[in-house]
């Protein structure tokens, strides 16, 4: 599967002719740090708490949903057509931006993904889109379309955090999340009805994006520790179970504590200083 191309895609010497050198401290950072998190998934207790979870398959039948596929390519032609509506509806100021050096690493990593998706995510064209807010974030607006905010790689910990959000937010579009969602909601009778019903139909999407975006990104050789470590940070119930789930993705696999196919560090120090300006109104 290849996700729609954002013109050529150069190699990182082409990007990065005339980068500054990584920091010491930096190298250092980023060493110390995944060797840490690499440790937590090789000792980690998992082989009967992953039995569950790794038997899923992407190929299951997806959730009820009333909308074709044209319907859901639609959806996401519409969602992204009147983002910036809705987010200045929202009281936000955020547009969407396009940066050529941020977006191109985000398809290059979306393709390494894709690649090794199932036949299902040949009915969609992806498209990345870049968001100028600082709130970390990523969201799929279906049919394809997924949007990421500067925030989001401006506080990445590293390139294969990123990978596991991008990863998350495929396997919403292609399990279509976002239209057996409002098929739901149509369904529903009270308001009463629409709570409970849409808040457990959402954790259970959550949990199937992760089940099958891990599996992904870990299947194109990216190591979770990174998700992990944010997620055990949270005490709540449910956070521990997502921090579970990304862990079983990783049992068993021989991973590299840290995978680089660009100076990812580069491209975030690039999203601060743009989110920078913005906040200086340059």
């Keep these: 599967m290849r996700?729609?191309?954002?013109?050529?895609?150069?190699?990182?010497?082409?990007?990065?002719l005339s980068r500054p050198p990584r920091t010491v401290s930096e190298r250092v950072k980023s060493k110390v740090f995944f060797a840490g998190v690499l440790a937590v998934i090789i000792t980690a207790p998992l082989m009967g708490q992953c039995k569950d979870i790794n038997s899923r398959s992407m190929a299951e039948e997806t959730a009820f949903n009333q909308f074709t596929l044209d319907e859901d390519?639609?959806?996401?032609?519409?969602?992204?057509?009147?983002?910036?509506?809705?987010?200045?509806?929202?009281?936000?100021?955020a547009r969407r931006i396009y940066d050529k050096a941020i977006t191109d690493q985000l398809v290059e990593i979306s393709r390494r993904i894709l690649a090794l998706a199932p036949e299902s995510a040949r009915s969609f064209k992806f498209s990345i889109g870049l968001v100028d807010d600082s709130e970390p974030n990523?969201?799929?607006?279906?049919?394809?379309?997924?949007?990421v905010t500067l925030g989001e790689i401006a506080?990445?910990?590293?390139?294969?955090?990123?990978?596991?959000?991008?990863?998350?937010?495929?396997?919403?579009?292609?399990?279509?999340?976002?239209?057996?969602?409002?098929t739901r909601l149509k369904l529903a009778v009270t308001a009463r009805a629409v709570d409970a019903r849409l808040a457990a139909l959402h954790d259970e999407f959550e949990q199937e994006?992760?089940?099958?975006?891990?599996?992904?990104?870990?299947?194109?050789?990216?190591?979770?520790?990174?998700?992990?470590?944010?997620?055990?940070?949270?005490?709540?119930?449910?956070?521990?179970?997502?921090?579970t789930i990304f862990e079983c993705a990783a049992a068993g696999?021989?991973?590299e504590p840290e995978a680089m196919s660009f100076d990812f560090f580069a491209i975030r120090e690039h999203a601060r200083k743009l989110l920078a300006a913005k906040g200086s109104g340059k």
């Excluded at 390519?73 to 100021?93: D, I, V």
């Excluded at 990445?156 to 409002?182: G, K, N, Q, Y």
């Design 138 to 147: 990523a969201f799929q607006l279906g049919g394809g379309v997924i949007l």
């Design 253 to 255: 696999k021989s991973l």
């Design 155 to 182: 506080e990445a910990p590293s390139e294969d955090f990123v990978a596991m959000v991008l990863a998350h937010e495929f396997c919403h579009t292609i399990r279509r999340h976002r239209t057996a969602f409002l």
């Design 209 to 243: 994006a992760d089940i099958f975006g891990s599996r992904l990104a870990v299947a194109a050789g990216y190591n979770p520790g990174s998700v992990i470590a944010r997620f055990r940070e949270k005490k709540s119930k449910n956070w521990q179970l997502r921090a």
């Design 73 to 93: 390519r639609l959806q996401g032609e519409y969602a992204s057509l009147g983002f910036e509506t809705m987010l200045r509806q929202g009281g936000k100021s």
């Design 3 to 16: 996700s729609r191309p954002v013109g050529k895609i150069p190699s990182p010497g082409e990007l990065f």
